[in-house]
């Protein structure tokens, strides 16, 4: 069963977090998860969306994240930018950080991490997980978490949802306002930068999902996996 959890975590955000975090957090489930509609362009792959300027981020801070096609729309200043702002809002000393397998996301990764810690805030770096892997470490670790993902979107766009520790999504009336506010100008450095540790939760994350079913009562199965997009 551990083998199998491991091997198809990567698909298993399709079916919702409610179940996934650690008992006694709140505030997630399907509004964690939710993300934009596309209009019809977008979805046959014919979007030509302006290219914003770094102070114009009123094209990628939706209603429940922030998202675009990358480069024109989100690059690694706006990710940069993002992340400094997210650490000054949520004024906590440590943020977990994850991205999905998206050939974008490890550079807009890195440029947000780099936001994180200008502004003197640890990070814990999760490297390339799922989502629901994120929502489960803020509870896990009781720190807020960022996932850089553009979910079901295609593979042009990127993206990035943010959560409080406790994994209580961040959306237009939790937040998002602010952050795009001061994302448009970022606050300074600070004095000493974050430090950035790399921390594997994949365990800690198997273990919990085992821990709310029966394993012993699941008979044998033979399942298909689709990754989607991250």
């Known amino acids: 069963v551990r083998s199998m959890l491991a091997a198809i975590s990567a698909a298993s955000w399709y079916a919702g977090i409610s ?13 964690a998860c939710e993300s934009i509609g596309l209009s019809d362009n977008e979805h046959r792959g014919r979007a030509t969306p302006p290219i914003i300027g770094s102070m ?4 990628i801070f939706k209603a429940y ?6 480069p024109d729309q989100l ?5 940069q930018r993002s992340g400094a702002a997210f650490a000054t809002f949520m004024g906590a000393p440590r943020i977990a950080v994850g991205r999905d397998c998206r050939l974008s996301s490890p550079e807009l990764a890195t440029a947000l991490i780099d936001g994180i ?14 989502t629901d892997m994120v ?9 807020p978490g960022v996932m850089v993902t553009a979910s079901h979107n295609p593979k042009g766009y990127n993206g990035i949802k943010m ?9 237009a009336e939790s937040g998002l306002v ?3 506010a001061m994302a448009e100008t970022p606050p300074s450095p600070t004095a000493e930068r974050g430090r950035v540790d790399v921390v594997d939760i994949l365990p800690g994350y198997v273990d919990h999902v085992i821990s709310v079913i029966d394993p012993t009562a699941i008979a044998p199965l033979r399942v298909v996996a689709d990754g989607g997009n991250g």
């Open 75 to 79: 690059d690694e200043d706006a990710a």
């Open 163 to 171: 959560c409080r520790a406790g994994a209580a999504p961040v959306g």
């Open 56 to 59: 114009d981020l009123d094209g």
């Open 65 to 70: 994240d922030v998202r675009g096609l990358v």
């Open 117 to 130: 810690t200008s502004q003197g805030v640890d990070v814990d770096d999760l490297g390339m997980i799922t």
């Open 178 to 180: 602010e952050i795009k």
């Open 135 to 143: 929502y489960y470490a803020a509870g896990a670790l009781d720190e």
């Open 19 to 31: 179940t996934l975090t650690p008992k006694g957090v709140g505030g997630i489930g399907d509004m």
